[in-house]
Nanobody, 124 residues
Framework: QVQLVESGGEWVQTGGSLRLSCAAS???????LAWFRRAPGKEREFVAA????????YYSDSVKDRFTISTDNAKITVYLQMNSLRPEDTAVYYC??????????????????WGQGTQVTVSS
């Protein structure tokens, strides 16, 4: 059983930065680890993913050039560095792991394991 534990969420001013962490119970879980988010009244959406076999990084259009996903050398913790935060980034952020192929990396349904989530609130 894989466990994923997120941390780092908090309130931040518009334009500020936060770094979220996702600690896995073992290294290189599945084929990729990703971040999703769910804003109030909306469905869960893909944010970013890190694919182990090619160290590939994948982003949604809404966060590309503002967010960066990375991992530690042990490949146990995945980070999400979030810069230039906007009120529309307010959401619960979830870490998830998948055994799926590259074509499904942005699909919620492809992910087998989920963390409990960490709240990020952005306001002025």
């Amino acid at each position: 059983q894989v466990q994923l534990v997120e941390s780092g969420g908090e309130w931040v001013q518009t334009g500020g930065s936060l770094r979220l962490s996702c600690a896995a119970s073992r290294r290189t879980v599945g084929t990729a680890l990703a971040w999703f988010r769910r804003a109030p009244g909306k469905e869960r959406e893909f944010v970013a993913a890190y694919r182990w076999n090619n160290n590939g990084q994948y982003y949604s259009d809404s966060v590309k050039d503002r967010f960066t996903i990375s991992t530690d050398n042990a490949k146990i913790t995945v980070y999400l560095q979030m810069n230039s935060l906007r009120p529309e980034d307010t959401a619960v952020y979830y870490c998830a792991a998948t055994n799926g192929v590259l074509s499904t990396i942005r699909s919620v349904s492809a992910y087998n394991y989920w963390g409990q989530g960490t709240q990020v609130t952005v306001s002025s």
